[in-house]
């Protein structure tokens, strides 16, 4: 089965703390992540994919597949972060894709 | 360069008619995927079309249809609408499929009254 779970449904911080937003997956095949954003108002957004290993905005995230995890991370939360946040796994059948989402995470940023 | 355009961005329909959603993808992509986002489901898979064939299905009844036209436009379809067909309709394209990531238009906010 292809799942992501995001435990979190609020997660609140202030600024300058480091924030953590988790996400696990189930799939049998080899894993692709996604972590998306959605700004208030503003349309969903590719924050960043694993197979980059990049850092945008400040934010990394490690796939772990002993723990089938891909956790989003910040070592200094900034209040413009604040946002839902998706994680994604790209599901792969027969030649076609679909991205299987996450309930999501709602960052609150305090100043 | 354009980003995916949806339109219309709101409607509001009476149960039981129909609707048409239009989804423009980014230019030179031929990958369209429409999604759905509701408070208590999130994002859920409706369809996926490339070349004009639907290459993926979600779990939704057959009154969710969609295509896709030879410039990549893609329109979906709900019949007989049902209050809990109320959501945010999403469309998002990619040059072939999800591996670089998606881009999401704004979406149609649909309201089944």
């Known amino acids: 089965a292809q799942r992501v779970t995001q435990p979190e449904k609020l997660l609140s911080v202030f600024k300058g703390a480091p924030v953590e937003l988790k996400c696990n997956y189930s799939y049998s095949g080899s894993p692709e992540l996604f972590w998306y954003v959605q700004y208030s108002r503003q349309r969903l957004q590719l924050l960043l994919r694993?197979?980059s290993r990049e850092s945008i905005k400040g934010f990394t995230a490690d796939l772990n597949k002993g723990e089938t995890s891909f956790h989003l991370k910040k070592p200094f939360a900034q209040e413009e972060d604040s946002a839902m946040y998706y994680c994604a796994l790209r599901a792969s059948q027969g030649g076609s894709e679909k991205l299987v989402f996450g309930k999501g995470t709602k960052l609150t940023v305090n100043p | 360069k354009a980003g995916v355009t949806q339109t219309p961005r709101y409607l509001i329909k009476t149960r039981g008619q129909q609707v048409t959603l239009s989804c423009s993808p980014i230019s030179g992509h031929r990958s369209v995927s429409w999604y759905q986002q509701t408070p208590g489901q999130g994002l859920q898979f409706l369809f996926e079309y490339f070349s004009e064939t639907q290459r993926n299905k979600g779990n939704f009844p057959g009154r969710f249809s969609g295509r896709q036209f030879s410039n990549s436009r893609s329109e979906m379809n709900v019949s007989t609408l049902e209050l809990g067909d109320s959501a945010l309709y999403l469309c998002?394209?990619?040059?072939?499929?999800?591996?670089?990531?998606?881009?999401f238009g704004s979406g149609t906010r649909l309201t089944v009254v």
């Open positions: 998002a394209s990619s040059l072939s499929g999800a591996d670089y990531g998606y881009t």
């Open positions: 694993h197979i």
